[in-house]
């Protein structure tokens, strides 16, 4: 019964390469997230998508396009690997994409991307 | 911008002990807060929040205040047990606009039994 679920758990990948993450919620919620954790556990956010639109979009590199076939799914494709894309990336989901009290974002195990 | 800075850890305390860490916060208007707890090898749960000054959220018994003044949102627990053993996230929210998550650098606390 996981609410929030990420695969795979662990991506160990040459630098160059393209690989996707993905991550599905069943908690019927409207907005999803991608987070980033970087080596000194600081984490930061990429993306953010509303019922499939795009609402937030950091200063991430445009190697890095989320796609969100339907709300329940927020996938992460990452392409031309490199060294610092190394780091455990979250997948969140909260009801709403307005701040607000009762927007409590609930967040995956997370997916740790090894580049080599 | 938003900015969130916690204690830096690690901490390492003893079971029974009284624990703080230490949140301050800047931010325009008046931010939601939030603790988030990381277990090893799992992601990040909601531990407590407060959404207005004076708030005092609770949880597990964590405690924490939302100080307006001081710009603080302290986490403190009276008695601690191993099993709080964990990395702990202080967040804040803009009340206003799409909703942004911006986290401190997180705390590692050890509880030796």
């Known amino acids: 019964d996981t609410a929030v679920s990420q695969t795979p758990k662990y991506l160990v990948t040459q630098m160059g390469n393209d690989k996707s993450i993905k991550c599905e919620q069943n908690?019927?919620?409207?907005?999803m997230y991608w987070y980033k954790q970087d080596s000194k556990k600081f984490l930061k956010i990429m993306f953010s998508?509303?019922?499939?639109?795009?609402?937030i979009n950091e200063t991430v590199p445009n190697r890095f396009s989320p796609k969100s076939p339907d709300k329940a799914h927020l996938n992460l494709h990452i392409n031309s690997l490199e060294l610092g894309d190394s780091a455990v990336y979250f997948c969140?989901?909260?009801?709403?994409?307005?701040?607000?009290?009762?927007?409590?974002?609930?967040f995956g195990p997370g997916t740790r991307l090894t580049v080599l | 911008g938003n900015s969130v800075t916690q204690m830096e850890g690690p901490v390492t305390l003893s079971e029974e002990a009284f624990l703080t860490i230490n949140c301050t916060y800047t931010?325009?208007?008046?931010?939601?807060l939030f603790w988030y707890v990381q277990y090893p090898g799992e992601g990040l749960q909601l531990l407590l929040k407060?959404?207005?000054?004076?708030d005092k959220g609770s949880n597990k018994g964590f405690e924490a205040t939302y100080r307006k003044e001081t710009t603080s949102f302290h986490l403190e627990k009276g008695s601690v047990q191993v099993s709080d053993s964990a990395v702990y996230f202080c967040?804040?929210?803009?009340?206003?606009?799409?909703?942004?998550?911006?986290f401190g650098q997180g705390t590692r606390l050890t509880i030796n039994p």
């Open positions: 969140a989901s909260s009801q709403g994409s307005l701040a607000g009290s009762n927007n409590e974002q609930f």
């Open positions: 908690l019927g919620h409207d907005t």
């Open positions: 407060a959404t207005k000054a004076d």
């Open positions: 931010a325009t208007g008046y931010p939601s």
């Open positions: 998508y509303n019922n499939k639109e795009l609402i």
């Open positions: 967040a804040l929210s803009d009340r206003q606009g799409a909703q942004k998550l911006v």
